[in-house]
């Protein structure tokens, strides 16, 4: 009896494989843990209506904005940091905790109930109640890769959206998009050329989620990297590349705006997100 409601109500020890989450995963013998607790508490973060994320969104936008410098760029108040380009032992435990504090968020990787046969999925979720997705060409895929490379090399005074990054985006944005319904979420592969997911299937109800996804335990990892980070799809590299430094062109997967998103720039490097937030403090202490 205890047994039971320990795996089928705390954790459970689960087998990924398929090619769709790599690099996150390899594709065989993949045995992960897997956390159904805390999404049961609580649920997705925010809420499950679209308008009240929004609301909520705006308002740490706003609380966000005061705390920075004048004349500073307006910066989203979330950063979207690639899971592979958190740092492996800075901030560890205190980003464990707040991933079993909170409800799924972007970021996470979650199993889910397949939407259409019997058997489960692994992805990451992208979007959640209230999110534009929007499916992008390679070519505007490549753009979003070049922008995140340039935007890595400046310090945090130079951040400035890339005017014609911003541009194209927009172009995108205005054409052909979708919300992500209330009570629904965004799902993808983390390896896009190789995933059927919501690109396929459409938003999914958040109740077919069987938990989240905390950590690998087998092949054995060293250094804190079994740990599965909450944080944007990794970032790949061209295979035709040898030397493994070149962003790959042949990007598929979507691009997610966030509910309450109004063209701010979204953060996408380590460095400079901890650079933003030792900025506030020296803010606050004056």
């Known amino acids: 009896g205890m047994v039971y409601v320990f795996w089928e109500y705390g954790v459970e020890i689960t087998i990924c494989e398929g090619p769709s989450m790599m690099p996150t995963f390899?594709?065989?013998?993949?045995?992960?843990?897997?956390?159904?607790?805390?999404?049961?508490?609580?649920?997705?973060?925010?809420?499950?209506?679209?308008?009240?994320r929004a609301k909520l969104a705006q308002t740490l936008q706003k609380q966000q904005e005061e705390q920075q410098e004048p004349q500073s760029?307006?910066?989203?108040?979330?950063?979207?940091?690639?899971a592979n380009r958190w740092p492996s032992s800075e901030g560890f435990w205190k980003r464990l905790w707040l991933q079993l504090t909170t409800g799924i968020s972007?970021?996470?990787?979650?199993?889910?109930?397949?939407?259409?046969?019997?058997?489960?999925?692994?992805?990451?979720?992208?979007?959640?109640?209230?999110?534009?997705?929007?499916?992008?060409?390679?070519?505007?895929?490549?753009?979003?890769?070049?922008?995140?490379?340039?935007?890595?090399?400046?310090?945090?005074?130079?951040l400035q959206p890339l005017q014609t990054n911003i541009a194209v985006l927009k172009r995108r944005r205005s054409a052909a998009v979708l919300e992500v319904p209330d009570g629904h979420i965004w799902v993808e592969g983390d390896n896009p050329w190789?995933?059927?997911?919501?690109?396929?299937?459409?938003?999914?109800?958040?109740?077919?989620?069987?938990?989240?996804?905390?950590?690998?335990?087998w092949p054995l990892r060293t250094n804190?990297?079994?740990?599965?980070?909450?944080?944007?799809?990794?970032?790949?590299?061209?295979?035709d590349d040898t030397r493994g430094t070149r962003p790959s062109l042949?990007?598929?997967?979507?691009?997610?705006?966030?509910?309450?998103?109004?063209?701010q720039l979204i953060v996408r490097d380590y460095k400079q997100w901890k650079e933003l937030n030792e900025q506030?403090?020296?803010?606050?202490?004056e």
């Not at 995933?195 to 335990?217: E, F, K, Q």
């Not at 506030?280 to 202490?285: I, R, S």
Request: charged residues 20%; glycine residues 10%; positive net charge.
């Open 280 to 285: 506030k403090l020296q803010v606050k202490m």
């Open 26 to 52: 390899q594709p065989q013998n993949e045995i992960v843990l897997m956390d159904r607790l805390t999404p049961r508490l609580y649920g997705l973060q925010g809420g499950c209506v679209g308008q009240e």
């Open 250 to 263: 042949a990007f598929s997967g979507s691009i997610v705006f966030p509910a309450g998103y109004k063209d």
């Open 73 to 82: 760029p307006q910066i989203w108040h979330e950063p979207r940091i690639p």
């Open 194 to 217: 190789n995933s059927t997911d919501s690109r396929n299937y459409g938003p999914l109800p958040a109740s077919l989620i069987v938990g989240r996804v905390l950590c690998r335990i």
């Open 106 to 158: 972007v970021g996470d990787v979650v199993v889910l109930q397949h939407p259409d046969r019997a058997g489960t999925i692994c992805k990451r979720v992208l979007g959640l109640p209230g999110d534009i997705v929007t499916k992008p060409s390679s070519q505007i895929g490549a753009n979003r890769f070049f922008a995140r490379q340039q935007q890595s090399k400046q310090t945090s005074a130079q």
């Open 224 to 239: 804190h990297n079994a740990r599965v980070e909450r944080g944007d799809r990794p970032i790949h590299s061209d295979k």
